[in-house]
């Protein structure tokens, strides 16, 4: 079969796409690295149009104007998986809003809420056999491509073919557009000499053999480079990165000790520099698998020696984490953290790892606290917690009763703050 004639035929403009957008719509994108930027880009022209859209996205990348503007408020409403820096500012202009998930289960609590009418991703130029690859992420958007009465698909020629539960056939699109632009690149900060502390003694705590994950934030860089010394690592993560590709290249992650998916790379998105993307291209060992399977805890758990490596922005003692929000203010989202602290607990062997700075805002505020802030979201329950890494060291919570919890963590709180968290802790009875 030729489906060279069904794609011409399915070819719009994307000012086409945009006009598919009718009032009171639930339209539904890709996210991060995979969003289909045109569209968006042009989306508010739409707005003398149409009223009360749902947009639903997850990390954007752009500051697009049908979110950004305060004139599109009552138009579209930005209903977000997880906060960027430029969707918090727009939080203010209520032209965003964010959707508390568990990255695993979002496309599946969403789908039982509203049915979409609009799915728009992007992909890889058609194959021979009609076959476009969805390329750096399947978080959810397969699921989407299943359920919206219009999908429609931005190809961009520059976008790595990936392997996995990517692989969308011609006959399951409605329409398609053309954008062969640049892939959205995360810029890689080099880690400072506090990260380097804190990734040393997360590395003191990766066995050897041990299947690992990473996640957002310039402490996961750092721990990628404290790792350079260790054994057969496996990679079983929501988010494929640079530190990953770094660790394969010096020989340290093989894959071939996993239980799960040996010899193979398994995310649910990939989001880094072209280094990454050239590696992740045509590569037959790294597969990106849906989000409602890969950050499955019960799956996650199936991998010995599971270690999920997560950031956090304060923790009270006796481990709740808020790792989303400063108080009241969305900061980020929960994302993945708790599907892989939580499937990191289920596997033997595994371990539950969150880091952060003992302080913030240039060393004024501890980020061990005796109570989270007023209005902070609880992104990890106290439970699903072994162990709080700081500079100061590493607090285990494992098994641990409150007492030795508040006494670990205020032993690595900022010296400066240690006095006034113990004095609070007793005044509160906290054990
Ligand atoms: N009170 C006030 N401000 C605080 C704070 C606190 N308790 N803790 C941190 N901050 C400030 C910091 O000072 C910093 O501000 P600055 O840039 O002005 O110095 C900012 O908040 C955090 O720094 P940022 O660079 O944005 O953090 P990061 O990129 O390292 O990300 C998380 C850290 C926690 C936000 C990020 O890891 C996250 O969103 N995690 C949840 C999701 C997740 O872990 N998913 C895992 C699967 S991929």
Redesign the pocket.
Known sequence: MDFREEFKRKLITVDEAVSKVKSNDEVVVAMAGSEPRAFLKNLHRAKNNVENVSVVTCLNMENYEFTSSKDMKGHFTNETWFYSPLTRKSHEFKTTTFIPNHLHLSAVKRLDYKKPNIFVGTATPMDKHGYFSLSLSVTYEREYIENADIVILEINENLPRVYGDTSVHISEVDFIYENHTDVPELQIVEPSEKDMIIGNYIAELVEDGSTIQL?????PNAVSKALMNKKDLGIHT??ITDGMYDLYKAGVITNRRKTLHKNKFIGTFALGTKKLYDFIDDNMGVELKRGGYTNDPYIIGQNYKMVSI?????VDLTGQCA??S?GLRQ???????SD?AVGALNSVGGKSIIA?YST??KGS?S?IVPFL?QGAAV?LSRNDVDYVVTEYGVANLRGRGLKERVDNLISIAHPDFREDIKREAEKNLLW
């Open positions: 996640g957002i934030g310039g402490i929501e988010m997560n950031t956090t922005l304060q790792s989303e400063i900061y980020s989202g929960t994302g993945g953290q892989t952060l913030a805002k505020i980020t802030t992104s």
